[in-house]
């Protein structure tokens, strides 16, 4: 089985091909991504119109490149996958039209994925590992808690009540002059600053649930900031290294709230989304399951961040199970991962 997964949520144009195969080092047969950080850098955020138009551009020729890598051609397809949301509504658009041109020009099944999911599911992707799990999905746009019961089947335990942690690291860095994305920035910034010169708050450390907060932060930054009489480069290494381990300390004590949450025993704790390819996140997450008995999980950095194989496998995992989504599917710019199966019908 393959199928053609396209992703245009944010600024990322991607198109994947992936198989059912039993060992996931051979899953992915392409994974084509068009980045458009160079356009939105002068921003210091994404344009919604400048992602769309983007889209416009690039999608069929990320699409014949795809097809390249995987040395197949569109008729070996069995399935089209595509981003219906949540994201920026142009670019979804532009993808979700594709999609349908696609699937109705070639007769092949159309299957709509919530951006979620896809990141939900890499795991499974990546790792092969088996529902139930524990899932942080961490990126410039959610920030959640979710407990992975089976495909369709999730249960949220918390989310941020203002911004994502990504947000925070993108607003962090334009406030500091470092670039676009803030996240590899901040990260990189980090490495030579200290974490203990400024401190700062760990947002709801110690709360009942695991609910996020990282509005407060940035406000903690942005008054360290102006507290200075103007920046050096150390100052920005220092501060980069404070917030980042403030983000990091708060999503690992909300973490470990979130465990005595769970409905069910799970095996793995998994973390997914671009804010999930942060190195000092990783390592204490990892030690955080070490104390709980568990199998931390961390797909590639290439999967964390968007991308088209994560819809792909979102598609296949639906397709196996004999669902797909009727062509007049509309964008949708929010769509909650517990409604997911809203846009689903059997074959």
């Known amino acids: 089985m393959r199928i053609l997964g396209i992703e245009t949520s944010c600024d990322e144009t991607a198109v994947a091909i992936v198989q059912d195969h039993s060992h ?64 920026l509504m142009g670019g979804v658009l532009v993808g979700l039209m594709a999609a349908k041109a696609l699937a109705l020009a070639l007769h092949k099944p159309f299957i709509a994925i919530n951006h979620l999911e896809g990141h939900a599911l890499t795991p499974r992707l990546s790792h092969a590992i088996s529902f139930p799990y524990l899932l942080l999905l961490v990126s410039g746009g959610h920030c959640q808690f979710v407990e992975v019961q089976g495909l369709g089947r999730y249960r949220l335990l918390g989310t941020t009540i203002d911004d994502a942690a990504g947000e925070a690291f993108d607003k962090v860095a334009q406030l500091m002059g470092l670039d676009y994305p803030g996240g590899p920035s901040i990260e990189k910034s980090a490495g030579q600053g200290d974490p203990h ?66 409905s069910m025993p799970v095996e793995h704790f998994v973390v997914a989304g671009g804010v999930g390819a942060n190195q000092a996140l990783r390592m204490a997450l990892n030690a955080l399951c070490k104390r709980y008995g568990l199998q931390f999980v961390a797909p590639p950095v290439a999967l964390c961040t968007d991308n088209a194989a994560m819809i792909a496998w979102a598609g296949l995992e639906r397709f196996s199970h004999g669902y797909h989504s009727p062509l007049n599917v509309k964008p949708r710019p929010r769509w909650p991962l517990q409604e997911v199966d809203n846009f689903f019908s059997t074959l």
């Open 24 to 87: 996931p080092a051979q899953r992915i047969l392409a994974s084509c991504i068009f980045s458009q950080i160079s356009q939105h850098q002068d921003y210091g955020g994404v344009v919604p119109e400048l992602a769309a138009r983007a889209h416009l551009k690039y999608l069929m020729p990320t699409l014949h490149q795809a097809l390249f890598d995987a040395k197949t051609s569109l008729e070996e397809v069995d399935a089209i996958a595509v981003t219906a949301g949540p994201g």
């Open 197 to 262: 010169r400024f401190t700062l708050p760990i947002p709801l450390k110690g709360r009942a649930g695991c609910n996020l907060s990282f509005s407060g932060l940035k406000t903690a930054v942005r008054t360290v900031v102006h507290s200075l009489p103007y920046l050096t480069s150390q100052d920005r290494h220092d501060i980069a290294a404070c917030f980042q381990r403030a983000i990091v300390d708060s999503l690992t004590e909300r973490a470990e709230q979130a465990l005595k949450l769970l």
